[in-house]
């Protein structure tokens, strides 16, 4: 098991950006396949984003394509989301998630088995 630890989080006005990075420690992560999750308040968990373990291939849900970034350095460990021309819509907590590797990312859920604690997104209108 990864274990991930999230930070970046906080309160942007509409339109601003974020920049989210999950730091990886317990295994090789650049084994490791990689992605971003949400949850918002009374909603259920959201696929956001996946990379797999090269950085070769991404995978995006249609809502954030064009505006959000995942990317990762398996030299240090990280994977981030660049997240620009946030909307009030992105509010939720955003949590990070790795799985066994795969060619190709994929933001399905199953895919994932270490989940990180989330770190809330505020983006006021």
């Known amino acids: 098991q990864v274990q991930l630890v999230e930070s970046g989080g906080g309160t942007v006005q509409a339109g601003g950006s974020l920049r989210l990075s999950c730091a990886a420690s317990?295994?090789?992560?650049?084994?490791?396949?990689a992605g971003w999750f949400r949850q918002a308040p009374g909603k259920e968990r959201e696929s956001v984003a996946a990379?797999?373990?090269?950085?070769?291939?991404?995978d995006y849900v249609d809502s954030v394509k064009g505006r959000f970034t995942i990317s990762r350095d398996n030299a240090k460990n990280t994977v981030d989301l660049q997240m620009n021309s946030l909307k009030p819509e992105d509010t939720a907590v955003y949590f990070c998630?790795?799985?066994?590797?795969?060619?190709?990312?994929?933001?399905?859920?199953?895919?994932?088995?270490?989940w990180g604690q989330g770190t809330q997104v505020t983006v006021s209108s």
């Open positions: 317990g295994r090789t992560f650049r084994g490791y396949h």
């Open positions: 998630a790795a799985g066994p590797a795969r060619l190709r990312a994929s933001i399905s859920a199953s895919e994932f088995t270490s």
């Open positions: 990379i797999n373990y090269s950085g070769g291939s991404t």
